[in-house]
T-cell receptor, first 115, second 116 residues
């Protein structure tokens, strides 16, 4: 079985400051990793995903994440946040990836960017 | 890119009635559809997984007779909440996956169900 832990439920940060949202996972098999963003009353939008290859993954809106297999982590980073980045962020894993296996989500991290 | 259209975005219904939520994949064939439920300030809880033409597989604790899922075609899946009660009020989100999609999952925009 797989599980995902997002270590911070809320992250307040000032505009233009850097931010890191932490994600750790547990799995007995190889997984694919995802970060999604959710704005209020909307569905989820994919920020980035790690399937294989380079452990540093770049996504949309200036976000990037690094896969660390030894620490089973997939932390999300942005060097300078904007007010518009205020949203809920979810880390997720899938044991089957592109084959259509189900996603297992973390609890979510609420990013609040203040002026 | 891949788009999943989910309707309605909001619905209010009376207790005891049924509500149908539709998800359509607009530019790809959704071989697998996932239905999630999300409570305020919480993560997504997977309710069921459906493959086109097959019966849905429900997660433990989800009443299959209450939450009817139909995935009759590769572009349409529906979730019907039968005999809705106030405790069924929630945010429901669908997600589609396809082998030909190049990896990943496309989410609908969600449906806010309020049962009064």
């Amino acid at each position: 079985a797989q599980s995902v832990t997002q270590l911070d439920s809320q992250v307040p940060v000032f505009e233009e400051a850097p931010v890191e949202l932490r994600c750790n996972y547990s799995s007995s098999v190889s997984v694919y990793l995802f970060w999604y963003v959710q704005y209020p009353n909307q569905g989820l939008q994919l920020l980035l995903k790690y399937l294989s290859g380079s452990t540093l993954v770049k996504g949309i809106n200036g976000f990037e994440a690094e896969f660390n297999k030894s620490q089973t982590s997939f932390h999300l980073r942005k060097p300078s946040v904007h007010i518009s980045d205020t949203a809920e962020y979810f880390c997720a894993v899938s044991p089957l990836g592109m084959e259509g296996g189900k996603l297992i989500f973390g609890q979510g991290t609420e990013l609040s960017v203040k002026p | 890119g891949a788009v999943v259209s989910q309707h309605p975005s909001r619905v209010i219904c009376k207790s005891g009635t049924s509500v149908k939520i539709e998800c359509r994949s607009l530019d790809f064939q959704a071989t697998t559809m996932f239905w999630y439920r999300q409570f305020p300030k919480q993560s997504l809880m997977l309710m069921a997984t459906s493959n086109e033409g097959s019966k849905a597989t429900y997660e433990q604790g989800v009443e299959k007779d209450k939450f009817l899922i139909n995935h009759a075609s590769l572009t349409l899946s529906t979730l019907t909440v039968t005999s809705a009660h106030p405790e069924d009020s929630s945010f429901y989100i669908c997600s589609a996956s396809s082998r030909g999609q190049g990896g990943g999952y496309t989410f609908g925009s969600g449906t806010r169900l309020t049962v009064v």
